[in-house]
């Protein structure tokens, strides 16, 4: 049962300094959320601060515990940070899903590896990522022109044995509406382009209303440390959790490139057919002003996602209003005079073939191609000047999952493209169906799938073989206990899949590889050939040109199957708690990161928890000058962490960190080194009076911290044993459980660590100096 306090009340106890020495225990859940009775143990709590997205809660019984500091001497008052509504809701949410490459392209802007002192090299990396991100929006929105325009408008539509199957298309069949007004080829076109408009509309309304949600919420104002650039990460930067102006920016300029986009399909294939010879001269001269001016707005919206990069060292207030006013209207202005362009009377003028979208995709696909590897140079220059030995894929985990943004957007696109082409022509063979280079795309997924299922097969292998060597480990870990030969196995078992999160980046690097190679030989044979593999292979080797077929009829079959469970399975995860769970670290990591390649990106639920942490755990020191703990499981011990690096120093240091189930070091220091390096890991360890973590062998997500020399043991407890007891016990009477992830405070190893901490915070620290004035802007940026 939860109630509601009054937060004045509840916050004004909280500001009396005349009772210092209070400790507050602040808990903050893990992957997949939790309830508040649960985290406090208790059926009875009080929200104190915050609304129905996040929110802090007490026990009913610790509502006023500011006045009563004799009660709590020797104990804490906890507290219960929830924030699963954050990321989680109804089955709406699964639309997200379909951004999925925008959030990958987005992750790889923040797995750069560590470098200092080389800025120009930093930002030339956050300028590729977000090229990457541009080509992915040109991308989603050239695919739905092509489903709208082409398939339906301009192929359907004009062909009478498939506008006849669909009666919806009648009015835009010349032969099915007897040379109705809209069965002109520009007209039809231009009533067509409204679908990708909208979708255009709808990216930028869900960018807006999340970043009025989220960007927007400003964090605590405070100095810029000094020694930054010494070793510390960016994350404890004044602005880093405030992307509200690049966000405005490159909202506008997505916004400009897919309408653009919708623009040049529109206006370009009119272009093309008043350019033929004899044709007529104005039309010819305002389809190339036409064409000029697309190039131009296309080149302005370039820049615009160049110019600028991050604001971190400062909270950046401006917003670029008049740039983003201009851009927007400018482009809008170009789409409608496309489509009055493209819908004047052309005599003669039939839709026939193809619409130009070989050469669209087939320019996509080679750009991307070139960022990527221009990418994989950069990120070697900077994983050179530091190396890292526990960086993913010695720092190419950026360019690596760039690579799989790409191809995500590729197979979004080739699926609904082939799904649709099916759908409308059925088995007749009537239109000529999507772009041959989608074809050859589709046509490399089942080497693709063939390459990534041995090398799993390679994985299971080497799991096997550390199940084997586990099992005396587990009876060396339960000494004198009768042995029970399932029990031991099972246990093993767990610990060596517990692994295979380790051997991830093996497994990306080995797809993101086969990805780039098979992408681009699937390039050069629609370059080479303009036809489908399978016509593409006629008369050469009866096995080649067998194997062509069948690669393309499977993979067609595949790339639309595929994308059809992708959405299903997207929203049953959404709507089914466990399996949100299994999927829920993947999208709590993807999600914790701002917006700083992809504007369409799902917005990022720490610009929101970050600076709720940081709120409370200062507003609590400063008032009562009491002593805080604060206990994050799983990727709360993450927030945890960033919210630590955003305090003051002088708040740090009366901070107690107790993490458990943590990914701080397994897979942020793996993936992001950047920012959770060992030097930024240490610094941390530095700056907070201390620091302890839990983990078990059976955790597939948390781990140690690993911090180098005397540091290591002072942070890392050593491994829980899981399960707690192997056989039965006095203490366990029932055969205890493999927890893995979850339960730490089961174990009584978390009790002790808790206390611990308590007993290091002295109560009689004098509570911190008020900060003098307010923080100095500083101007310099960081284009990371």
Not at 305 to 322: H, K, P, T, W
Not at 479 to 506: F, H, M, V, Y
Not at 706 to 724: H, M, N, W
């Amino acid at each position: 049962m939860q109630k509601d306090a009054s937060t004045g009340a509840a916050e004004g106890r909280a500001a009396r300094p005349e009772e210092p020495g209070t400790a507050l225990e602040l808990l903050v859940h893990g992957v997949g959320g939790t309830t508040p009775e649960r985290m406090l143990d208790d059926p009875r709590t009080v929200r104190i601060t915050g609304d129905d997205t996040a929110a802090v809660f007490r026990r009913a019984e610790d509502v006023d515990a500011e006045s009563r500091p004799d009660d709590y001497r020797g104990r804490p008052v906890p507290e219960a940070y929830v924030w699963s509504n954050l990321t989680s809701g109804n089955g709406t949410r699964a639309l997200w899903l379909l951004l999925l490459p925008f959030m990958v392209v987005n992750l790889a802007h923040w797995m750069r590896p560590t470098a200092r002192g080389r800025r120009r090299t930093v930002r030339l990396y956050g300028l590729l990522v977000r090229l990457a991100g541009l080509t992915l929006t040109v991308l989603l929105v050239a695919a739905v022109c092509e489903v709208a325009l082409d398939l339906a408008a301009w192929q359907c539509a004009g062909t009478p044995a498939c506008a006849e199957r669909h009666s919806w298309l009648g009015f835009l069949s010349p032969e099915v509406s007897d040379g109705g007004w809209w069965s002109r080829p520009g007209r039809r076109l231009a009533l067509a382009a409204l679908v990708p408009a909208a979708l255009t509309g709808l990216l930028w309304y869900l960018s807006h209303r999340t970043w009025s949600a989220y960007e927007s919420q400003e964090p605590m104002s405070r100095p810029i440390e000094p020694d930054l650039e010494a070793g510390r990460t960016a994350l404890s930067r004044p602005g880093f959790w405030y992307g509200r102006r690049l966000v405005a920016r490159l909202r506008a300029a997505h916004t400009a490139a897919g309408l653009l986009t919708i623009a040049a399909a529109v206006g370009t294939s009119a272009a093309r057919f008043d350019h033929r010879p004899g044709g007529p001269a104005l039309l010819d001269l305002l389809g190339r002003l036409l064409e000029a001016a697309l190039i131009a707005a296309a080149v302005a919206v370039v820049w615009v996602v160049c110019r600028r990069g991050r604001s971190e060292r400062r909270l950046d207030q401006e917003l670029d209003a008049r740039l983003v006013r201009r851009l927007s209207s400018a482009v809008l202005v170009l789409l409608a005079l496309s489509a009055l362009y493209a819908g004047w009377e052309r005599p003669g003028w039939e839709s026939a073939g193809r619409l130009p979208g070989d050469a669209t995709f087939s320019a996509v696909a080679l750009v991307q191609g070139l960022l990527v590897i221009a990418l994989c140079v950069v990120a070697h220059l900077l994983h050179g000047i530091r190396p890292d030995r526990r960086a993913a894929m010695r720092g190419l985990g950026g360019p690596a999952v760039a690579m799989l943004a790409c191809a995500l957007g590729g197979l979004m696109s080739g699926g609904v493209s082939q799904r649709v082409a099916d759908w409308l022509d059925g088995t007749g063979g009537h239109i000529p169906g999507p772009p041959v280079v989608l074809t050859w795309q589709a046509s490399v997924i089942p080497p693709l799938l063939v390459v990534v299922l041995v090398f799993c097969g390679w994985l299971g292998w080497r799991t096997w073989l550390l199940h084997r060597g586990e099992l005396g480990a587990v009876q060396r870990d339960y000494p004198g206990e009768p042995q029970d030969t399932t029990r031991t196995r099972r246990i093993a078992r767990t610990r060596a899949l517990a692994t295979l999160t380790d051997r991830a980046p093996l497994l990306v690097a080995v797809t993101a590889a086969a990805t780039l190679l098979l992408g681009a030989g699937a390039l050069v044979g629609a370059m080479a050939t303009a036809h489908a593999p399978g016509e593409a292979a006629r008369h050469t080797y009866a096995a080649v040109e067998s194997a062509a077929e069948t690669a393309e009829a499977l993979g067609s079959w595949l790339i639309g199957v595929g994308f059809i469970l992708f959405v299903t399975w997207g929203r049953r995860a959404y709507k089914d708690p466990s399996a949100r769970r299994t999927i829920g670290i993947l999208w709590d990591v993807g999600t914790f990161w701002p917006r700083a390649a992809h504007p369409f990106a799902p917005p990022c639920y720490a610009e929101r928890a970050v600076p709720d942490l940081t709120w409370r755990m200062a507003t609590w020191t400063r008032a009562t000058g009491g002593r805080l703990v604060i206990s994050g499981h799983s990727q709360g011990s993450v927030l945890a962490a960033a919210a630590a690096w955003q305090l003051t120093p002088s708040d740090r240091r009366r901070v107690a960190l107790l993490t458990y189930g943590s990914p701080l070091e397994r897979l942020y220091g793996r993936w992001f080194p950047a920012h959770f390096g060992p030097a930024a890991l240490s610094a941390l360890h530095d700056d907070v009076d201390c620091w302890r973590n839990l983990h078990r062998l059976t955790d597939p997500i948390g781990g140690p911290v690993r911090l180098s020399g005397d540091c290591g043991p002072a942070v890392d407890r050593e491994p829980l044993k899981d399960p707690l007891a192997y056989g039965r016990t006095a203490e366990h009477p029932l055969p205890a459980p493999i927890l893995g992830h979850s339960d730490y405070q089961a174990d009584p190893a978390f009790a002790q660590e808790r206390e611990r901490l308590l007993a290091r915070l002295r109560p009689e620290v004098p509570a911190p100096r008020p900060e003098a004035g307010p923080p100095q802007a500083d101007s310099g940026r960081s284009s990371a």
